[in-house]
Nanobody, 127 residues
């Protein structure tokens, strides 16, 4: 069992920055690739970014590429998402997720492949 707790959401003006954090409690953090998804009202859950167990491989959705940066600290069992140059269309609830993939450099962009989810944190970008 892995518990994930997100923090760092809030209200920001377009062009601003936010940093989301996700703390993991439970089984060996390094056995999991980690990801961020988001869901806006009336829309499906969307892949944002993912990182392999070692941090050596990172992936981004097209809509956030070159603006967002994912990282992880395996010593602290945390994963972070630095969001820069935010746009109103980035407004959503952001979820941290964990996928059991020990020693794998591959990650999934599909929500159904993720085993554990956080409760979500709201990000609102005003125009």
């Amino acid at each position: 069992q892995v518990q994930l707790v997100e923090s760092g959401g809030g209200l920001v003006q377009a062009g601003g920055s936010l940093r989301l954090s996700c703390a993991a409690v439970g089984r060996t953090f390094t056995s999991y690739s980690m990801a961020w998804f988001r869901q806006a009202p009336g829309k499906e859950r969307e892949f944002v970014s993912a990182i392999s167990w070692s941090g050596g491989s990172t992936y981004y959705g097209d809509s956030v590429k070159d603006r967002f940066t994912i990282s992880r600290d395996n010593a602290k069992n945390t994963v972070s998402l630095q969001m820069d140059r935010l746009k109103p269309e980035d407004t959503a609830v952001y979820y941290c997720a964990a996928d059991y993939r020990p020693w794998s450099t591959r990650v999934s962009t599909t929500p159904k492949n993720y085993d554990y989810w956080g409760q979500g944190t709201q990000v609102t970008v005003s125009s």
